[in-house]
């Protein structure tokens, strides 16, 4: 799945595999808050199944679904939430946090590089 995500896509098989290792399962129903703007964060999703509304400052932002990713700013910044994501289906996602995140890329100089230009693609 990881291989789709346009975040990752970049990645070879090996480097997959060392950010699946560092993700976990989370099931969230439909309904819930995922993430809530303004609020501390230090993880980081992957859409594998689902649906969920973006929100900023209470204006819708669109819908997001497999393979979409959320959370990568307080992923790298520590930074509160930007946005509120809700869980319009039942979802699955899996996630990392900051403390999974930081030794794999500080040991990894090419995934390190890779993520970071893709994430420089999404904001540009």
Known sequence: MLKHVPLFADLDRKELQQISNSMQERRVAAGDVVLS???GGAGFFVIDEGQAEVTVDGEDRGTIGPGDYFGEIALLTGSDRTAT???????LCYGMTTWDFKPLVESNSAIAWKLLTAMAEKLR
């Not at 994501?85 to 979802?91: G, K, Q």
Request: a negative charge.
């Open 37 to 39: 703007q303004g609020a």
């Open 85 to 91: 994501v809700t869980a319009v289906t039942d979802m």
